[in-house]
């Protein structure tokens, strides 16, 4: 189907499309792009901080003043301290995961924006759609020509031209028991595979999908859960042991962003942080919460409001653009 | 003198506000943004291997096929790969460089933009001159309110107004004549210090000042010199044994940009990569030209037609608009 296309210089053009839609949406939101570290310690890790590279010089890992440091997975905890003082940030560039396992949806390394704001779920929500609807606004709107450049034709942006500006949403729990009922082998605290989320899409009429309201890690629920979700997501009041988080799933792609409300409470982020499975993880590995010194110290300083973060996973957009799975252009040649 | 200011607001509204005119201008002028990789093989450093940081999952560094990982220095290989394609490409991201010695001039991680477009010489020291004077003029045209949150003042903003559009330029040869003149201890072929710098900028009225020319590392000068210079810069017909390179240095910083005409015959590219400093220093740390072979084996696919590179040290703009020294706020409290 595609023996020659698409090309490298079609791949690199709608990446960069992409991307400036995006930024632009955020820069007409008033988002300040902030220059966020990517040599961290164990803070700018996600989830797992057994994913993280580490870095040395000579395979001497004490050139960090004998502090292990380590490719940031992401820019948030950065973001989060600017949030007083900004209301609202971004960033962009590179995560670095070391995941065993490489495919479309485990890269690793890849572009992600993040963004942080004080606002509520619901503007967080909102975000997403006018950061998903600016790029697709912005493809839709190409001449032919271009359209052409970026390996797109017209079937596709009638077929873009139709993504909803509301999208639809759906909680964990619904999304569960939907997947029974078409006959999936899924168990509550399950994760939800790449190929169900293809198939929660599909039965949404193949548009963006939000699953939201994930089970919180740190809630009692009787038993093991699968799901791992963000230490600072916060607790929602109105569902007992569910999280404000929000995943937004493409057709084509898959999860293309991760987003929650935070905890705002300094003591119950501190509580979460220390009890979570991540920082479990990360006395295994030797570290401890001195790892997250200037992470605790500068939130002992302060007083949070609430506020929200997501990420955009980009390479997600690029493959819901084109409706296939590819890779940065620039990756495939490097090893 | 700056007991509380700057703030760290308004140094990081300064970076977003430097970064968003500069990202503009080559917008505007047709740049294509290219994603790169930032864990590469020694094909992603600079001129000295020996700074590049290594990149291992619990201390095993075979986990890329075996081969060694590095953090990038630079995304030039991959931009000059794609110049062919596309003709002007820019990217921006971090620059990681494992400095013994940590000062405003040696960072172990810093922002940079670089371009490289099909084009000449003289086309080169104009996009230098038109990005610097896209930041200026944003700045300039600030309202006083939002100046103050940049924590820049009236008179600042006359300064930076009085900004030539067309930067005095001297050679490596002049001014090495011209400190010695000064009275400066500095001899032909040596580096030229930070202060020395300083000294120049002066002399030229306190704006930014080209240096170019400086000498061919791979050229038989009867003398060993210090200065090193990028293997792929073309030596100029008109003045044996010089580049056709130029740096900026910029008033209150020191050198700011890095840029030079590049070599387009395949040949005399492979030949002088292999004679390189940088390639024998490659060497003695166990590396091989198989850290280049996706480099290789793309430039012996392909004809080059002449074009330019150059890098944008980002840090510098934000110091020059400031006439101060200071750091990217976020790493200030990362360890």
């Known amino acids: 189907m595609f023996l020659s296309k698409p090309t490298i210089e079609s791949i690199a053009l709608l990446e960069s499309e992409i991307l400036k839609a995006g930024r632009g949406y955020l820069e007409k939101e008033g988002f300040i792009e902030i220059i966020v ?63 065993p396992k490489i495919d ?12 942080e704001f004080a606002g509520n779920f619901d503007e967080l929500l909102a975000h997403v759609e006018g950061f998903i609807n600016a790029i697709v606004t912005d493809l839709v709107e190409k001449q032919e020509t271009e359209l052409e450049k970026l390996d797109l034709d017209e079937d596709r942006r009638k077929e873009l031209a139709q993504t909803p500006k509301i999208f639809p949403k759906i909680t964990y729990d619904e999304a569960i028991k939907l997947l029974q009922k078409m006959g999936e082998k899924i168990n509550w605290g399950n994760d939800i595979t790449t ?51 929000a995943d937004l799933i493409l057709p084509y792609d898959g999860e293309a962003v991760g987003a929650a409300q935070r905890v705002h409470q300094v003591e119950t982020l501190k509580y979460r942080l220390q009890n979570s499975r991540m920082f479990k993880m990360l006395k295994n590995k030797g570290g401890s919460i001195d790892d997250f010194s200037w992470y605790i110290k500068n939130l002992e300083k302060k007083r949070l409001d609430p506020s929200c973060w997501l990420r955009f996973w980009y390479v997600a957009h690029s493959q819901m653009a084109t409706r296939q799975r590819r890779h940065p252009p620039m990756r495939d040649f490097s090893y």
Request: hydrophobic share 35%; charged share 25%.
């Open 104 to 115: 479309a949806r485990h890269l690793t390394e890849f572009y992600l924006m993040e963004i």
């Open 195 to 245: 190929a169900q989320e293809k198939k929660l899409v599909e039965h949404f009429g193949n548009q963006p999908l939000f699953i939201t309201h994930y089970p919180d890690p740190l809630w009692d629920h009787g038993q093991l859960i699968e799901v791992e979700k963000f230490f600072n997501m916060i607790p929602d009041e109105k569902n007992p042991g569910r999280v404000l988080s």
């Open 37 to 99: 570290p990517r040599m961290v310690r164990a803070n700018g890790s996600c989830e797992n901080v057994n994913t993280l590279f580490e870095v040395s010089v000579d395979q001497n890992f004490d050139w960090f003043n004998g502090k292990k440091c380590y490719l940031a997975q992401t820019g948030q905890l950065y973001l989060e301290s600017l949030v007083p003082l900004l209301q609202k940030v971004y960033c962009a560039g590179d995560s670095f995961r070391a995941e």
